[in-house]
């Protein structure tokens, strides 16, 4: 059973910083692509940067250059370095993980976790 337990969101002011953490258990972490998505309220789930085995990034054009992602293969646990934060970055956050970047990019998962709230305002 794959477990996933995202932390460290909050409440925090436009242009302020947050560092996520995802504890992930039930899957081999090191093999799995892992990859953070956001759901802002009354729209998609969307990927918003990935990292792959060998430690290449990716992100979605709206955080480049603001967003982070790194990975801890020894801790089984990823994390999301968020910078310059803007309103619209407000969402619940999540992370999973797969075997190819098209499982990445269709986000079709079994298992989710509860996600951790990150609001950005003023």
């Known amino acids: 059973q794959v477990q996933l337990v995202e932390s460290g969101g909050g409440l925090v002011q436009p242009g302020g910083s947050l560092r996520l953490s995802c504890a992930a258990s039930g899957l081999i972490f090191w093999i799995n692509t892992m990859g953070w998505y956001r759901q802002a309220p009354g729209e998609q789930r969307e990927l918003v940067a990935y990292?792959?085995?060998?430690?290449?990034?990716n992100y979605a054009d709206s955080v480049k250059g603001r967003f982070t992602i790194s990975r801890d293969n020894a801790k089984s646990t990823l994390y999301l370095q968020m910078n310059s934060l803007k309103p619209e970055d407000t969402a619940v956050y999540y992370c999973?993980?797969?075997?190819?970047?098209?499982?990445?990019?269709?986000?079709?998962?079994?298992?989710w976790g509860q996600g951790t709230q990150v609001t950005v305002s003023s």
């Open positions: 999973n993980g797969g075997l190819t970047i098209a499982a990445m990019r269709s986000s079709d998962f079994a298992s």
């Open positions: 990292i792959s085995v060998d430690g290449s990034t």
